[in-house]
């Protein structure tokens, strides 16, 4: 199994900033996406970034410019920097790890989630 716990979230006035973490750990054999959706309340959870295990991006357009992943293979472990932040980045924002085995075999899974309040 594998477990994924973020830390970083909190309240920021706008145009602050704030960043994310996500540890990843457990049986992680094979090769992964990891990236961050936020759900705001009464919406769906919606993508904001991933990442792939060599480091190739994939933004949303609404953060595009403002939010940067990163990630160190090494730690099993993705951030979120957050600039210049919005009220309508306010949110639960949760962790995402896609493995891919080496079996082909494909596995998602979520954290609990943290709260980014921003506000106006």
């Known amino acids: 199994q594998v477990q994924l716990v973020e830390s970083g979230g909190g309240l920021v006035q706008a145009g602050g900033s704030l960043r994310l973490s996500c540890a990843a750990s457990?049986?992680?054999?094979?090769?992964?996406?990891m990236g961050w959706y936020r759900q705001a309340p009464g919406k769906q959870r919606d993508l904001v970034t991933t990442?792939?295990?060599?480091?190739?991006?994939n933004y949303a357009d609404s953060v595009k410019g403002r939010f940067t992943i990163s990630r160190d293979n090494a730690k099993n472990t993705v951030y979120l920097q957050m600039n210049s932040l919005k009220p309508e980045d306010t949110g639960v924002y949760y962790c995402?790890?896609?493995?891919?085995?080496?079996?082909?075999?494909?596995?998602?899974?979520w954290g609990e989630g943290t709260q980014v309040t921003v506000s106006s």
């Open positions: 990442i792939t295990t060599s480091g190739s991006t």
């Open positions: 457990g049986r992680i054999l094979g090769t992964t996406v």
């Open positions: 995402y790890l896609n493995l891919r085995s080496i079996f082909g075999r494909s596995n998602d899974y």
